[in-house]
């Protein structure tokens, strides 16, 4: 079982910057992908971002590409989500998952564990 708790959201003018933090559980964390989600209100929750076990592989939705980054610490059983250049459609809770293996996924179903969430609100 891996527990997930993420920290980091707030209020942020636009063209300003976050940075997401969940801190996992467990002993083996270098074995599990780990994922970004968000969820705006009244939308489905979607991909933001992913890494491999390793750290080695990320991917992106091309929303954010370019401006979020997801990074890793192993030895801290940390991953972060760092968010530049935010605008208000950045707005949402966002949610961190872990995957029982290390290759990266996409897709919501394709994650074991999620955290409660953080929010991210992006003022104009």
């Known amino acids: 079982q891996v527990q997930l708790v993420e920290s980091g959201g707030g209020l942020v003018q636009a063209g300003g910057s976050l940075r997401l933090s969940c801190a996992a559980s467990?002993?083996?964390?270098?074995?599990?992908?780990m994922g970004w989600f968000r969820q705006a209100p009244g939308k489905e929750r979607e991909f933001v971002a992913a890494?491999?076990?390793?750290?080695?592989?990320?991917y992106y939705a091309d929303s954010v590409k370019g401006r979020f980054t997801i990074s890793r610490d192993n030895a801290k059983n940390q991953v972060y989500l760092q968010m530049n250049s935010l605008t208000p459609e950045d707005t949402a809770d966002y949610y961190c998952?872990?995957?029982?293996?290390?290759?990266?996924?996409?897709?919501?179903?394709?994650?074991?564990?999620w955290g409660q969430g953080t929010q991210v609100t992006v003022s104009s």
């Open positions: 998952a872990a995957r029982r293996r290390a290759g990266i996924a996409l897709k919501r179903d394709e994650y074991d564990y």
């Open positions: 467990g002993r083996t964390f270098s074995g599990y992908a």
């Open positions: 890494i491999s076990g390793s750290g080695g592989t990320t």
